[in-house]
């Protein structure tokens, strides 16, 4: 049958479906005639309805994104008084892209802000790497006369930008310069740093102190504003603005007035205090002597000015109190007592005999007082610091056990305050001397090391702590220089809480002897520290002499320079009340020769101070 069928219904079945192609391409006229109609729409409405408004934005104008660099935080003291602020600035910049001709503008600039034009070109120079859009800074802080001159002026200069920033001011000058601070442009280095991962060119960040160690907390968050600029990078229209969020704001533990007190009385000396509550190892002053203007930073300064400050023999930029490292002469008395008590060595019956010197090892060791203190126990040879009684503990307990003690104290190592560029000190032990010279210990060694002299090295902060330790019974606080942190509304974000770094492995009875030799220095009429009493109050405290034999000294100091450098250090270490003690400290003045009669007057009115403070306030607000 198929081969009969008729060959035209062969050939019908192999025509094409044309009803089938004309649907699809009505399909797609559907589809693509529209999405013509919308892009000539569009066209229409860019070029005929908006063509002149975006011509000139072509021509003339164009939108550029700039920072905006959030306040920093603010920075109080305990009862909120202000010692860190920001002042407005106004800083000169300029957009090379936009200087045209660039060469004309910047003779101009000169003439108007009388900086030299090979300056101008040399700070231009130093950003040649990046996009010419960006600014070029040139003068920061130009004041109000200048920027009158450039905005009369401003049509003559296209390119200029003269921004607003804001400034640290340090609000009491010299006053807690080391503990604050000071900030200045973010370096190279800096900015390899991840620390720093998230900063730019220009940044203003910590350089020391409390703003270098809160950068973080202090910085805020950067905002940024979207701008229509003319061809002469003059702004026309902010478009956008995303605000920044300001730094968080810090209370510091310490009083100002009891800060500046401090200052004061070691205004005229070199040296340290450091005063520390017992109870919380919150710092309630720290002063250090020579200081510096923190202020002086914030413009910079010439190389000239820089080499004349960083070359300056008492070192006004180190912070004395936690950086400087001293021999803690007599106030070590008290590791040595601990150690000799706790180990059964001696107890508060034993006595030993002063003759004025002690014979060890075929030379005599003296004692302070030639004439000799006779037969003497522990307490008294605390009160009257008696070398040769320390000598022969430091002897039966040997270095390694005296090591001990003093680590257990605080002493060699950081008391992890959080400012930077803490020393830890030094506590030396037999395996030390063996690493560090490749040579035994010496047993004559131990006698200058029972009384504080030899290898040991200490920190002011690390015998305020040492001290307040002694004063609470023995827990020993972590130092804490900052009471709280507040976002700018005034929330509470952080507040700081006591926080323990160790406990003396000295029995209460053990201690409660020691601090009976304490009260004696300060109360009883052949104490070395009776200078430091304060009538109607009991204060506990232990004199120090540190000698400096082997410091070094410059050879251009005359005779009596080098004379006075080569005095005695004097320490002071306190705590009052006796027995209920509410501050702590410590107070090294370098070559004030005698602890008595340089160190210990001044403890007395820092302590004096303090407490009488402390009284006038309201229960519960002294210590907040």
Same mark, same amino acid.
């Given at each position: 049958?198929?081969?009969?069928?008729?060959?035209?219904?062969?050939?019908?079945?192999?025509?094409?479906?044309? $009803?089938?192609?004309?649907?699809?391409?009505?399909?797609?006229?559907?589809?693509?005639?529209?999405?013509?109609?919308?892009?000539?729409?569009?066209?229409?409405?860019?070029?005929?309805?908006?063509?002149?408004?975006?011509?000139?934005?072509?021509?003339?104008?164009?939108?550029?994104?700039?920072?905006?660099?959030?306040?920093? =935080?603010?920075?109080?003291?305990?009862?909120?008084?202000?010692?860190?602020? @920001?002042?407005?600035?106004?800083?000169? #910049?300029?957009?090379?892209?936009?200087? /045209?001709?660039?060469?004309?503008?910047?003779?101009?600039?000169?003439?108007?802000?009388?900086?030299?034009? $090979? !300056? *101008?070109?040399?700070?231009?120079?130093?950003?040649?790497?990046?996009?010419?859009?960006?600014?070029?800074?040139?003068?920061?802080?130009?004041?109000?006369?200048?920027?009158?001159?450039?905005?009369?002026?401003?049509?003559?200069?296209?390119?200029?930008?003269?921004?607003?920033?804001?400034?640290?001011?340090?609000?009491? $000058?010299?006053?807690? !310069?080391?503990?604050?601070?000071?900030?200045?442009?973010?370096?190279?280095?800096?900015?390899?740093?991840?620390?720093?991962?998230?900063?730019?060119?220009?940044? %203003?960040?910590?350089?020391? =102190?409390?703003?270098?160690?809160?950068?973080?907390?202090?910085?805020?968050?950067?905002?940024?504003?979207?701008?229509?600029?003319?061809?002469?990078?003059?702004?026309?229209?902010?478009?956008?603005?995303?605000?920044?969020?300001?730094?968080?704001?810090?209370?510091?533990?310490?009083?100002?007035?009891?800060?500046?007190?401090? &200052? /004061?009385?070691?205004?005229?000396?070199?040296?340290?205090?450091?005063?520390?509550?017992?109870?919380?190892?919150?710092?309630?002053?720290?002063?250090?002597?020579?200081?510096?203007?923190?202020?002086?930073?914030i413009n910079g300064f010439s190389q000239e000015q820089w080499q004349k400050l960083i070359s300056d023999p008492f070192h006004p930029l180190e912070n004395k109190a936690i950086q400087a490292e001293y021999p803690p002469a007599s106030t070590y008395k008290i590791i040595t007592a601990m150690a000799g008590l706790q180990e059964g060595v001696i107890n508060d019956g034993t006595t030993l005999f002063c003759p004025g010197f002690y014979k060890f090892g075929g030379r005599d060791y003296r004692c302070w007082r030639k004439s000799g203190h006779g037969s003497i126990n522990v307490t008294k040879a605390l009160a009257e610091s008696c070398d040769v009684f320390f000598y022969q503990v430091g002897l039966r307990l040997g270095v390694d056990r005296l090591a001990f003690y003093a680590k257990a104290s605080g002493l060699g190592s950081l008391t992890g305050i959080q400012l930077d560029h803490e020393s830890a000190g030094l506590v030396p032990t037999s395996d030390w001397k063996k690493r560090r010279f490749k040579v035994p210990w010496?047993?004559?060694?131990?006698?200058?090391?029972?009384?504080?002299?030899?290898?040991?090295?200490?920190?002011? *902060?690390?015998?305020?702590?040492?001290?307040?330790?002694?004063?609470?019974?023995?827990?020993?606080?972590?130092?804490?220089?900052? #009471? /709280?942190?507040? @976002?700018? #509304?005034?929330?509470? %974000?952080?507040?700081?809480?006591?926080?323990?770094?160790?406990?003396?492995?000295?029995?209460?009875?053990?201690?409660?002897?020691?601090?009976?030799?304490?009260?004696?220095?300060?109360?009883?009429?052949? =104490?070395?520290?009776?200078?430091?009493?304060?009538?109607?109050? &009991?204060?506990?405290?232990?004199?120090?002499?540190?000698?400096?034999?082997?410091?070094?000294? @410059?050879?251009?100091? @005359?005779?009596?320079?080098?004379?006075?450098?080569?005095?005695?250090?004097?320490?002071?270490?306190?705590?009052?009340?006796?027995?209920?003690?509410?501050?702590?400290?410590?107070?090294?003045?370098?070559?004030?020769?005698?602890?008595?009669?340089?160190?210990?007057? %001044?403890?007395?009115?820092?302590?004096?101070?303090?407490?009488?403070?402390?009284?006038?306030?309201?229960?519960?607000?002294?210590?907040?």
């Amino acid at each position: 049958m198929s081969n009969n069928a008729p060959l035209s219904s062969h050939l019908k079945t192999q025509v094409p479906d044309n $009803d089938w192609y004309k649907r699809r391409i009505i399909v797609l006229l559907c589809l693509v005639v529209p999405a013509f109609m919308l892009l000539l729409l569009r066209l229409f409405y860019l070029q005929i309805v908006e063509g002149e408004n975006f011509r000139k934005l072509s021509e003339h104008n164009c939108i550029r994104l700039q920072a905006i660099d959030p306040p920093r =935080g603010l920075i109080f003291d305990r009862n909120g008084r202000l010692l860190v602020d @920001n002042r407005p600035s106004y800083d000169l #910049s300029i957009v090379v892209r936009d200087a /045209k001709p660039l060469n004309a503008t910047l003779q101009r600039l000169s003439r108007y802000t009388r900086m030299p034009l $090979d !300056a *101008l070109w040399s700070e231009i120079e130093k950003y040649r790497n990046q996009p010419s859009y960006k600014p070029v800074p040139l003068l920061q802080d130009i004041g109000r006369d200048m920027l009158a001159v450039l905005e009369v002026n401003r049509y003559e200069l296209p390119g200029i930008v003269i921004d607003v920033r804001l400034r640290r001011l340090y609000v009491n $000058d010299q006053s807690a !310069a080391h503990i604050l601070g000071y900030v200045g442009e973010i370096s190279s280095d800096e900015l390899k740093s991840p620390r720093y991962a998230s900063y730019k060119r220009s940044d %203003i960040v910590g350089k020391a =102190g409390v703003e270098k160690t809160f950068e973080n907390v202090l910085r805020g968050e950067r905002g940024g504003r979207q701008v229509e600029v003319n061809a002469a990078g003059q702004l026309v229209k902010i478009l956008k603005t995303v605000d920044a969020v300001p730094g968080n704001n810090i209370f510091l533990s310490f009083d100002l007035g009891l800060q500046q007190k401090a &200052e /004061k009385l070691i205004d005229n000396v070199h040296g340290a205090v450091v005063a520390m509550d017992p109870d919380t190892g919150s710092i309630l002053a720290m002063a250090s002597s020579p200081s510096y203007d923190p202020n002086m930073f914030i413009n910079g300064f010439s190389q000239e000015q820089w080499q004349k400050l960083i070359s300056d023999p008492f070192h006004p930029l180190e912070n004395k109190a936690i950086q400087a490292e001293y021999p803690p002469a007599s106030t070590y008395k008290i590791i040595t007592a601990m150690a000799g008590l706790q180990e059964g060595v001696i107890n508060d019956g034993t006595t030993l005999f002063c003759p004025g010197f002690y014979k060890f090892g075929g030379r005599d060791y003296r004692c302070w007082r030639k004439s000799g203190h006779g037969s003497i126990n522990v307490t008294k040879a605390l009160a009257e610091s008696c070398d040769v009684f320390f000598y022969q503990v430091g002897l039966r307990l040997g270095v390694d056990r005296l090591a001990f003690y003093a680590k257990a104290s605080g002493l060699g190592s950081l008391t992890g305050i959080q400012l930077d560029h803490e020393s830890a000190g030094l506590v030396p032990t037999s395996d030390w001397k063996k690493r560090r010279f490749k040579v035994p210990w010496q047993s004559g060694e131990t006698l200058s090391v029972a009384i504080g002299q030899g290898y040991n090295l200490v920190t002011p *902060l690390q015998l305020c702590a040492m001290i307040a330790t002694v004063a609470n019974g023995g827990t020993r606080f972590v130092p804490q220089i900052v #009471s /709280k942190i507040e @976002n700018a #509304s005034g929330d509470v %974000i952080r507040k700081s809480a006591p926080e323990v770094a160790g406990h003396l492995p000295v029995s209460p009875d053990n201690l409660d002897i020691v601090k009976k030799g304490l009260w004696d220095v300060v109360n009883e009429k052949y =104490g070395t520290g009776r200078i430091g009493a304060i009538p109607g109050v &009991e204060v506990s405290g232990k004199t120090g002499t540190a000698q400096v034999f082997s410091r070094k000294t @410059n050879d251009t100091e @005359n005779e009596k320079q080098r004379a006075e450098r080569l005095r005695s250090h004097a320490w002071f270490v306190s705590y009052a009340p006796s027995d209920n003690p509410k501050i702590a400290v410590a107070v090294l003045v370098e070559h004030g020769v005698h602890g008595a009669s340089a160190a210990a007057p %001044i403890a007395r009115e820092v302590i004096r101070a303090y407490l009488a403070e402390s009284s006038s306030q309201p229960s519960g607000e002294a210590h907040q």
